[in-house]
């Protein structure tokens, strides 16, 4: 879903990473809860970041969204040239 939003709706695209930016602590909390080290950006998210998905067993197996995230980054980099600024939403 991002690729399109970052295409077509840049603006969008870069309130969807400052999103995460400003949600970081608590993918740092969902990491530490499962035992890993750094992020853990959740499945379903609530205003914190912190997994608020019903069912365990998919907000625990679901980590393949970092990866999401990450390719998010990159591709609005890429397709605008500019680096969001990641450092005052926080």
């Avoid at 077509?8 to 969902?30: I, M, S």
């Avoid at 950006?41 to 069912?55: D, I, K, Q």
């Avoid at 040239?81 to 926080?90: E, G, L």
Wanted: glycine share 8%; proline share 6%.
């Amino acid at each position: 879903m991002y690729p399109s939003i970052g295409l077509f709706y840049p603006q969008l695209a870069r309130a969807v990473l400052q999103y995460r930016v400003r949600t970081v602590d608590g993918a740092k909390d969902n990491a530490e809860k499962q035992g890993y080290k750094g992020l853990k950006f959740p499945w379903e998210s609530a205003v914190s970041g912190r997994e608020v998905c019903p069912e365990d067993i998919y907000g625990q197996q679901e980590i393949h969204i970092n990866g999401d995230v990450t390719l998010a980054f990159q591709h609005y980099l890429y397709l605008t040239q500019v680096t969001p600024n990641t450092t005052s939403h926080r």
